[in-house]
């Protein structure tokens, strides 16, 4: 079976800390994706990279930044957090090319107080 | 105007009913179209997959596409209560594209 492990289900920051979400797929997938979700706005791509190392501005990356040292992790960072990132985080992974279906984790629900 | 539209809801249906869910789009590139079902507090899973236009069928689920209209839908025969999810329509191009673009999402109450 497919799987996307995100670190962790809620996460409670202070304002300007430093924060880390984590991604693990088990499936060999070459992309990786990290979306935000909030209510009346759907999924917002932050970020995705299609290999190791490299990395894609999606459409909302001011504030964030991400790291892919391994094919299977892909890590999201929030700089210096603030309230309004406070949101569901969702990781997803798809194979390179043909059909493009995303499999998605179970999302981390982050608080920024 | 956003690349794909798709009403937000919230619907509520009875037990039982057909569920019709919609999505609009704009740009005629789109061949590989995905429904997914997402349950509160999860994520997302792929429910079905159609390329290009026509129907599938899977058990109470029937996705259509109707690419010359640029319409997508998804029926849902005999609906349950285990239906009630949020409901996202996704959409992609053939060729170099890694990302897909998803509806808002239609959030689906089925009630006993």
């Known amino acids: 079976d497919v799987k996307v492990t995100q670190s962790s289900r809620y996460l409670v920051k202070r304002t300007g800390e430093k924060v880390f979400l984590e991604c693990v797929q088990d499936?060999?997938?070459?992309?990786m994706f990290w979306y935000r979700q909030d209510p009346g706005l759907g999924l917002r791509l932050i970020y995705f990279?299609?290999?190791?190392?490299?990395?894609e501005k999606g459409d909302i990356p001011e504030g964030y930044s991400v790291s892919r040292e391994k094919k299977e992790r892909f890590s999201l960072i929030l700089e210096s957090a603030s309230t309004n990132q406070t949101s569901m985080y969702l990781c997803?992974?798809?194979?390179?090319?043909?059909?493009?279906?995303?499999?998605f984790g179970a999302g981390t629900r982050l608080s920024v107080l | 105007q956003k690349e794909v539209e798709q009403d937000p809801g919230p619907l509520s249906v009875p037990e039982g009913a057909i569920v019709s869910l919609n999505c609009t789009y704009s740009?005629?590139?789109?061949?590989?179209f995905m429904w997914y079902r997402q349950y509160s507090r999860k994520g997302p899973e792929l429910l079905m997959y159609?390329?290009?236009?026509g129907n599938k069928e899977d058990g109470r689920f029937t996705a259509q596409v109707d690419k010359s209209s640029k319409y997508i839908s998804l029926f849902i025969r005999d609906s349950q209560p285990s239906d009630s999810a949020t409901y996202l329509c996704?959409?992609?191009?053939?060729?170099?594209?890694?990302?897909?673009?998803f509806g808002q999402g239609t959030r689906l109450t089925i009630n006993p």
């Open positions: 499936m060999d997938h070459e992309n």
């Open positions: 740009n005629s590139a789109f061949q590989y």
């Open positions: 996704a959409m992609s191009v053939i060729q170099g594209a890694q990302k897909l673009v």
């Open positions: 990279s299609y290999d190791v190392k490299m990395k």
């Open positions: 997803a992974s798809s194979l390179q090319g043909g059909r493009n279906i995303q499999y």
């Open positions: 159609t390329y290009s236009s």
